[in-house]
Structures are given as C-alpha cells and as structure tokens.
C-alpha cells in the first residue's frame, strides 16, 4: 500500500480538540514522482476529500495512473444521518458526482446514496420494512446506471439488533445482516471499504469482500465493546487483521 498523504491530525475530528496541517498542496509532488518513477497502481482508493482544489488532484491521479485494469474504490464521504458536512458545497458535491464515475466500487452509506442520485433522504427514511428496502435498491440502482460502479450501501439500520450493507450490481441486489450492537464507533466506515478494496486485490469478488468486512468488524466491535473503549477511538481491530 502507497499512502498519498492529504493531511496529517493529531486525532480524528470527533475529538473536542486537534491539530492537523493541510498537505494537499504537497498531492502533485507525490504524484510527478510517482509517475517519474514509472510507479503502477492494481488499486487506487479514495475517502475523505477536503475542498475543490484536492479533488482536483485526485482527478489528476486518476488521470495519470487509471488504467482499464485498475480497480478504483471510492468512499464518497460527505455526510451521514441526512445531513450535508458542512464543508461540502454544491460546487463540491457535483465533483463527487463526477468523481464516483470514475469508480469500479463505491461504498456510500444512505445520506451518501442519496445525495448522489438527488434523492429525498427524508421521504425515504419514512419508509418501513419491505417498502423501506425496495426503495433503497432502487436509489442504489439508479447510482449504479449513473456511475457505472458496484454499489455497497453501508450502515443500513434495520432495527434495534440489526444492520445490513446493500450490494448492488448491474445484475444482482442483496442485504447481508450482521448483529447491531447500539454503539457507533469512529473509523468502522473507513476499516469497511479497505477490507473491500484490500479482499478485491487478493482476487476475491467485492460481495465476498462485504462479508469478510462484515465478520471482521463484527468481532472487532464486540471486543470493544466487552474492553468499555471509548467509541471515539475507533474499535479494537488489530487483533483480526490476520483474517
């Protein structure tokens, strides 16, 4: 794995205080040296994006290391709960627009799903049970015809005991349950769509890499829990990277 770093924080941005130095100006040199080299790329994953200028680089690393071959996983993190991160603008929405059609897989959550496809986060939460479900493929889907992307919708909240991750492709759609526990943790998001990317690049397919994310998590969560770990420092997950 080659980390192209955009920022460097003292701690996550949960935390009531941190210190963190902006390195997106720094992104073309990584880049022009890596291309210099004649470096190559079976995977490129992208998360979190800070404002215009770097999602500009990040087109430009797609442009300079995608090829036909290359599996790009992008996480289009911009918000959660049906709320917009304040920092996002229009502006930089409709560049994640963009951005999610360079992807192979995508791993929004919900908010995420929806802000892509102009869909009513609002009018589709009021859904329940099955109808709930069908309404949520079908935005899935309609990602999918727009991005051209394998589709995994993560942190689907379907009751008090269960959470479900949404596979969508252009020919299958399924829900794959694993046990809620109640308690959010920082980070499970990002460990989800590396577990994928990481499981692609062993040659195993992106469903099957859901459900070793899934089993991995689900293990890491309930030892974090049973150790009373803050869940702002994220989950106990060392322990199960040899799976």
Not at 89 to 100: G, I, N, R, S, Y
Not at 135 to 151: G, K, W
Not at 188 to 203: P, Q
Not at 235 to 241: D, H, P, T, V, W
Request: proline share 4%; aromatic share 10%; with cysteine.
């Amino acid at each position: 794995a080659c980390p192209l770093p955009t920022a460097i924080f003292s701690a996550q941005t949960a935390y009531p205080s941190f210190y963190h130095h902006d390195l997106t100006a720094d992104m073309p040199h990584f880049m022009n040296e890596w291309a210099r080299n004649g470096e190559t790329f079976d995977g490129i994953y992208s998360g979190f994006v800070t404002g215009d200028v770097q999602i500009q680089h990040i087109f430009k690393f797609l442009e300079l290391f995608q090829k036909p071959e290359t599996t790009v996983l992008i996480d289009p993190v911009m918000g959660d709960d049906g709320e917009l991160y304040k920092m996002y603008t229009p502006a930089l929405l409709a560049q994640m627009k963009e951005l999610v059609r360079h992807a192979t897989i995508t791993t929004p959550n919900i908010t995420e799903c929806c802000l892509l496809t102009d869909t009513s986060y609002a009018k589709l939460i009021q859904y329940k049970g099955a109808d709930f479900e069908k309404a949520l493929i079908e935005t899935a889907q309609q990602l999918q015809l727009q991005s051209n992307a394998q589709v995994v919708v993560t942190g689907i909240k379907r009751d008090a005991e269960t959470i479900c991750n949404l596979f969508v492709d252009q020919k299958t759609a399924f829900l794959s349950e694993t046990p809620y526990t109640g308690t959010s943790f920082s980070g499970t998001g990002d460990l989800f769509s590396s577990v994928i990317i990481g499981s692609v690049m062993r040659g195993l397919s992106i469903a099957d890499g859901m459900k070793l994310a899934e089993r991995f998590l689900c293990m890491a969560i309930e030892e974090t829990v049973t150790a009373g770990t803050p869940a702002i420092a994220g989950i106990n997950f060392e322990r199960y990277l040899s799976m």
